[in-house]
Nanobody, 123 residues
Framework: QVQPVESGGGLVQAGGSLRLSCAASGRTFSSYVMGWFRQAIGKEREFVASIRWTGDSTYYADSVKGRFTISRDNAKNTVYLQMNSLKPEDTAVYYC????????????????WGQGTQVTVSS
C-alpha cells in the first residue's frame, strides 16, 4: 500500500514552468505504476501522464505531450511532473495516483490517490 502526497503547485504565468512532486509512503513504491491526473473546476478528472515501475515506459495525454515530462526516483519514493510552456487551460488541481499494474487513462483503475495540489496559470 502507498499513500501519495503531492507538492509543488502554485501560480505561474503562461509560458512558465512548474515541477510537481509526489512522495509516496511505503517500502514498495517501485512496485507501483504512478500517474498524474488533473481536474479543472466544473470538469471531469482527466489523465495527464503515467509511468511504469522502472520508468522505462511513459504515457501522456495528447494535450500535454511535448510540454510535460513524468519521471520517477524509486530511491526517493517520488514521482515528478515537469510542466513547461504552461497554458491557462492547464489550470487545475493535479492529483497523483498509484496502481499495481494499470498505466492507462481510466481513473477508476487507480487504487491510491493523493489530496491534490493546485496549479494556476495566468494569462
Amino acid at each position: 500500500q502507498v499513500q501519495p502526497v503531492e507538492s509543488g503547485g502554485g501560480l505561474v504565468q503562461a509560458g512558465g514552468s512548474l515541477r510537481l512532486s509526489c512522495a509516496a509512503s511505503g517500502r514498495t513504491f517501485s512496485s507501483y505504476v504512478m500517474g498524474w491526473f488533473r481536474q479543472a473546476i466544473g470538469k471531469e478528472r482527466e489523465f495527464v501522464a503515467s509511468i511504469r515501475w522502472t520508468g522505462d515506459s511513459t504515457y501522456y495525454a495528447d494535450s500535454v505531450k511535448g510540454r510535460f515530462t513524468i519521471s520517477r526516483d524509486n530511491a526517493k519514493n517520488t514521482v515528478y511532473l515537469q510542466m513547461n510552456s504552461l497554458k491557462p487551460e492547464d489550470t487545475a488541481v493535479y492529483y497523483c495516483a498509484a496502481d499495481r499494474s494499470y498505466s492507462g487513462a481510466n481513473k477508476g483503475r487507480y487504487d491510491y490517490w493523493g489530496q491534490g495540489t493546485q496549479v494556476t496559470v495566468s494569462s
